[in-house]
């Protein structure tokens, strides 16, 4: 039997959430909130369950949440979009990811990539036959050299995956980046995808930008989004990809096949929320840059040093002041030594760089945050 994906192993988060469970480390690793959800949402689910919507929905997911996801981006970036042509349910970002990758990607096209990559992109494009070619961004402030990736665009250039703000980086795009990557979108008639997974968790002001507001970009790109990120639900694998009519068809046809529809009463709880609730998703922004900021103080006596965060929920930490082991190797010996657990950078590279940084995910209570800050102050 030949693999189809022989480098892929187990993925980084369920290796360290593992590890921290088995250590009963504090688990700032995997990306995910631990805290509850909104009680209103969660009882939304119960109760739309218990009226019986409990088949399948329509497979582009049930119209009054396509039509609340069309009425965010209106209110967000001043976009009209159509929510029967343009927008598609998907179960989480991770099936809207694979499955634009495959609705674009043939063998021999090339699909460019930043490193540090979020993991499922590469073995997406691999499974349908294009090779990723691979641009490292690198500390401390991980910005995309837009000339760099001009000279690596080639004939058989078809596709560009950014992702802004950017897991694990936290560094987020200016209206320059976004011109830039039209520009050269348009240029070489390349499709992007845009990865906007934590769109509502930019910080310090700046100006919350997607594809969305850029309409030539916006004409050739797929752009996709979590609801798992911004309402905390990352267990209900709900998320949704907006993409021109064209492009819809090629994906809705794909995604009837992947996994037809996705989860009802999920749909209709979040249909709800964005309807009734739309300050939280207008105050996720401080919520998280209150938590960033609480964990930063909190590591100032620490000998980490921390990395720019524009976004996310994410903080990198150079840990060169403490040790000289490699980022991989440092991970399990906190994990295990200090019982926190944290994301070697170095697995989202395809040729790491020789830094020591890893990444803790800051989306805790306040008593989580404080429990690993002092272990991580000892050390
Ligand atoms: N893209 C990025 C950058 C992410 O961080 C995540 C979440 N880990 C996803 C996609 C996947 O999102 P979902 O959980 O909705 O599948
Ligand atoms: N997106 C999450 C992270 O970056 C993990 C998602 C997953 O476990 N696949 O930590």
Not at 32 to 49: E, T
Not at 73 to 100: D, K, M, N, P, W
Not at 146 to 175: C, E, Y
Not at 221 to 244: E, R
């Amino acid at each position: 039997f030949k693999s189809k994906l022989p480098a892929v192993g187990t993925t980084i988060f369920s290796q360290m959430s593992q590890l921290a469970t088995e250590q009963q480390a504090i688990n700032l690793s995997q990306g995910f909130p631990d805290f509850p959800a909104s009680p209103k949402l969660v009882s939304a689910l119960a109760q739309y369950s218990a009226q019986g919507l409990n088949q399948y929905a329509p497979m582009p997911g049930i119209a009054p949440l396509r039509e609340q996801i069309a009425a965010l981006i209106q209110r967000c970036y001043r976009r009209s979009v159509c929510a029967q042509q343009e927008v598609t349910v998907t179960s989480g970002a991770t099936e809207a990811l694979f499955v634009a990758i495959s609705a674009i990607v043939s063998p021999g096209d090339e699909v460019i990539i930043f490193d540090p990559a979020y993991d499922s992109y590469a073995p997406a494009i691999a499974l349908n036959g294009g090779k990723a070619v691979h641009i490292a961004l690198t500390a401390p402030d991980y910005r995309v050299n837009w000339l760099q990736v001009a000279d690596a665009v080639t004939a058989r250039t078809k596709l560009i995956i950014v992702n802004s703000p950017h897991n694990p980086s936290g560094m987020v795009f200016s209206q320059q980046d976004w011109l830039a990557l039209q520009q050269l979108v348009l240029a070489h008639n390349l499709f992007c995808i845009s990865d906007e997974v934590y769109e509502h968790m930019v910080f310090d002001g700046a100006a919350q930008l997607s594809a969305n507001g850029f309409s030539e970009l916006a004409a050739r790109s797929f752009i996709v989004s979590s609801f798992g990120k911004t309402f905390h639900v990352t267990g209900w694998k709900l998320g949704y990809c907006v993409a021109p009519p064209a492009l819809t068809v090629e994906f809705r046809k794909i995604h009837q096949y992947v996994t037809f529809a996705s989860f009802t009463p999920a749909q209709y709880a979040i249909a709800d929320m964005l309807a009734q609730q739309r300050q939280q998703v207008s105050g996720l922004a401080a919520f998280y840059q209150q938590k960033r900021d609480s964990f930063a103080m909190l590591l100032a006596n620490s000998r980490f040093n921390l990395l720019p965060c524009q976004g996310t929920y994410f903080q990198l930490a150079d840990y060169s002041a403490i040790s000289e082991l490699d980022d991989v190797s440092f991970c399990r010996w906190l994990a295990t030594e200090h019982k926190v657990a944290a994301i070697p950078l170095s697995v989202f590279y395809q040729t790491p760089p020789q830094s020591r940084i890893i990444r803790f995910c800051f989306a805790k209570q306040h008593d989580t945050l404080q429990a690993a800050a002092e272990a991580l102050c000892q050390i």
